[in-house]
Structure formats: C-alpha cells, structure tokens
C-alpha cells in the first residue's frame, strides 16, 4: 500500500566545492513510513538525508541543486527560514547529544524557543507528552530537574527523540541513532521508531542491514552519490532488482 | 557482479554446505541406480543396500543443524537466504528418494518371497531409466545453480508420469487377464515408487528456479498420471 508523498527530490545535486557527492537523485518519501538510506561509508547516505532540514547549509563548501517538495513548499528555496524548516523536519544524530542542562529544559527549550507554548502547565504538558512518546516518562518522571547528561546514553538519545518530537515535527531524520547503544537500547529505539511513524514520517540512515530490515517499510540504497535501488524492504532484502544492492546487503563489497 | 563475500568464513560455511547437499544428492542417485541396476536379476541380493538408506538421512541431518548455524551466525540476506533456507528442503526430497529406492528392494523382495520371477519388472525399465536421466540432471543443475535446465527437468517429468500411466495400464490389463496376483500388485507399487521420484526431481527442480530468480516457475504443466 502506498502511502502520500511526503517529501520529495527532484535532479538533487549536492556539491562538496568541486566534488560532486550526490548525482541527480529524485525520489518521493512516503508520508508516516520508515525509509531507510543504506550504503557503504562516504555513498552520500548522510549527505542526502541533511538536505531535508537544510543542514548541509552549516557547510561553507557544501552546494545543494534542486528541488526537494514538501507539499507545495520548495525546502530548497534559499528565501526559506532553515530553523522554521528545522521544527518541521527534526533530527536525532548517531551520538546522543542533550543540553548540558536538566531533562525538563532539554524538551521544553523547542517548544519554547517556536513559541508554541505559553504557560508553565503548557510547557510541563508537552514536556510529559513528549516523554511519554519517546518512551522515557517512566523512567524519569521522579527527576525531571536533574542534568540530562546523568541518564544512559540509550536515555539520552530517547531524550534528544522526545526534544525532536516536543515542538510536532512533521519528519523525522534520524541519523545513525543506534550506533552508539547497546542491543536492548537500540531495541527500545526501534520500538519507538515502529510507534512513531504512525504521527511522522521517518528517514534513518543506518550501517545495520538488519535494522534497515527490522524498521523500514522502504529502503533506498546509495552507492558513490547514486540512488541505486529504492523499493519495498521486504523486495529489497529477499530479491533485489539490482546485482550491486545484491552484493552489498549479502556483504560482498568493501 | 562479485561473488565471493568479503568474509571468508561465511563462504566456507556455503561451501560447506553446498558440499553436504551435493554428497547427499549422489548419495542418494548411487543408491537408485543400484537398485533399479539390480533389480530384475533375482539372484542379485540387494538387501546390503538397504544400510545406504540411514547414510544418507544422518546427511540431512547435518544439513539441517548447518543451516540453522549459518542463519543464526551470519544473517544472511537475499540470494544467499534463498541459497541456504532451499538446503533443509532439497535434502528432504534426497531423503524420501532414498526411501523409495528402500521400498522398492522391500517390495522386490516380496515379489522373491511369493515365487515370482520378476519378469513383470521389466515392463518398468524405461521409467527407470528416465528417472535416472531425470535425477542426474536436477543434480546437474543443482550443481550449476541452472534454472534453464531445473526449468527442463520439470517439464520432462511428464514423460515419466505418462510413461508410468502406461505401465500402470499394462499390468492392470495382465492381472484382469490372467487373474490377479501379488507380483503384479507389488510391481504397481515399484513403479509408482519410480514415479514419486521423478516428483521429487521436479520439486528439487523448482527450489534451483526459486534460488536463482527468487521466484517460482510460472508455468502450467500437463498433468498426464491417470493414477493419483
């Protein structure tokens, strides 16, 4: 079943000064499913992933080319506020990486800073809202004031999920997010992933073929800035189209 | 496209595997051919073979425990999923042609203990014989991962089954003729048995299709047997 286009590419470019680290890729992302980008180090999986909430722009030497629609909206459009973009198209990275300050102000900062809320009992609502989406309310409802770099790196990065998804995102990126955490951790966060995108639509890059099988409906392989093959999980992972995703989910290429 | 994996020991355990499927395969093809060899000379005792039989189960089962290794040690993916999940189901159908070639020697062996001369079991020699082209190719392509000649062993399949609707005729024909007697039910059953394994031959004929083009054969074959 195929769901709405959530996002959409169209002839992207991405650019590193001279060398060219994404080719023409034009691909639709189905709204609240799992994407995954999978693909050797240095495919440009990263690379495509941040043209979403305009990360690459923090580059100097980075140039992003074409379209990328999210509904009538050309993200791309250099008139267009990133940090708007950014409460719309959140972002977990590989390393959890909280405020130095306390649980509480670590989610209420973005609901904060966008104005969304307006009273102390707001803040605390969307603060405990968000918790319990991302699964951590249970575990630190007793010492919300306490620093955020106290919890297990698992806790963090639940943490820096329910600070993405406290100011109602629309997308999220999330990239490498179990990389740094142990197998029940990375559990828990795939267990998250799998309740989450019924509200948002997901991207994960990720190294772990079996992740990339567990969580995602979709999956797109890049190799060398190119878009290989992009289908159904299930396809990609039982009988791809392609001899090179062939050999590089069965691990025969470096 | 490259083919080997980038870990080494995951495709010493493909080989290994491959190995196992293969010795078990010509295990069980020696096995047929003695018996349908031996099988019309009555003074050719074919009960040593019947020791072959639990040979070639103990393979099945070393193919099962290394498949269940290989998938819980190496998570494999795709082409390879298919390559070792069609082990355990190969070696199954290896094991039932070893049963029948077993069955065959019991019921031969009824046949000697009711005084027959075994003259009616020549009447199956060309199934044999085509059951044995049949078993030689699957193995072939087994071998070579050939979906192009799996795809011919399915379809050449219904010669056998019309052949063997022929055969079944003929001794029917003889015992309504001339009253009906052991032997002649004895050798129904042998050649049904030879039947079944040219079965066997097509179903092993559809995991290569399967492995190669993860897909099964799309196709409709005629169904010929007139006696299942």
Redesign the interface.
């Known amino acids: 079943m195929t769901n709405p286009t959530k996002l959409s590419t169209h002839d992207l470019n991405v650019f590193y000064d001279e060398k060219q680290a994404i080719n023409n890729i034009s691909m639709a992302i189905e709204s609240n499913k799992v994407t995954s980008f999978i693909g050797p180090s240095g495919c440009g999986k990263s690379t495509f992933l941040r043209c979403f909430n305009r990360m690459n722009d923090v580059i100097p030497a980075c140039r992003v080319e074409g379209q990328i629609m999210m509904g009538d909206q050309n993200i791309n459009d250099p008139k267009l506020d990133p940090v708007l973009l950014r409460a719309r198209v959140g972002m977990v990275f590989q390393k959890p990486n909280p405020f130095p300050k306390s649980i509480f102000e670590n989610v209420a900062y973005g609901p904060r800073i966008h104005g969304l809320v307006s009273s102390k009992s707001e803040t605390a609502d969307v603060v405990e809202d968000s918790l319990k989406r991302s699964g951590l309310w249970n575990e630190v409802y007793d010492r919300l004031h306490d620093p955020a770099t106290g919890l297990s790196g698992g806790q963090q990065q639940r943490l820096c999920i329910a600070r993405a998804i406290a100011v109602s995102p629309e997308v999220l990126l999330m990239d490498e997010p179990c990389s740094a955490l142990d197998p029940i951790a990375t559990t828990i966060i795939e267990n998250l992933i799998n309740e989450l995108q019924e509200r948002y639509t997901i991207i994960i890059v990720t190294h772990s073929?079996?992740q990339a099988?567990r969580v995602s409906q979709n999956t797109a392989y890049f190799h060398l800035g190119h878009l290989i093959e992009y289908g159904a999980t299930k396809e990609i992972?039982?009988?791809?189209a392609d001899?090179?995703t062939?050999?590089y989910?069965?691990?025969?290429?470096? | 496209m490259t083919t080997r994996h980038i870990s080494t020991a995951f495709d010493n355990d493909l080989d290994k595997l491959d190995y196992l499927i293969s010795k078990m395969g010509n295990m069980a093809l020696s096995q047929f051919v003695a018996v349908i060899d031996g099988i019309g000379q009555k003074d050719n005792d074919l009960n040593s073979l019947i020791a072959n039989d639990r040979l070639i189960d103990n393979i099945e089962v070393d193919i099962y425990n290394k498949t269940v290794e290989i998938i819980a040690i190496r998570a494999p993916q795709a082409n390879d999923l298919r390559h070792i999940i069609i082990a355990p189901k190969i070696a199954s159908f290896f094991e039932r042609i070893g049963d029948y070639s077993k069955n065959i020697i019991k019921r031969r062996n009824m046949m000697i203990n009711e005084g027959s001369d075994l003259s009616v079991l020549t009447k199956l020699n060309e199934m044999a014989q085509m059951a044995r082209e049949l078993l030689v190719d699957v193995l072939d392509a087994l071998t070579r991962r050939d979906a192009d000649k799996a795809k011919q062993v399915w379809h050449a399949d219904t010669e056998l089954d019309t052949l063997h609707s022929q055969v079944y005729k003929d001794i029917y024909q003889d015992m309504v003729d001339n009253g009906s007697n052991p032997s002649g039910i004895n050798a129904l059953f042998i050649a049904k048995n030879i039947e079944r394994i040219g079965d066997f031959c097509t179903s092993i004929a559809e995991q290569i299709y399967f492995v190669v083009h993860g897909e099964m054969i799309d196709a409709d074959r005629p169904k010929s047997d007139i006696t299942s």
């Open positions: 073929m079996q099988a992972f039982t009988n791809p001899p090179q062939e050999a989910i069965s691990g025969k290429i470096g």
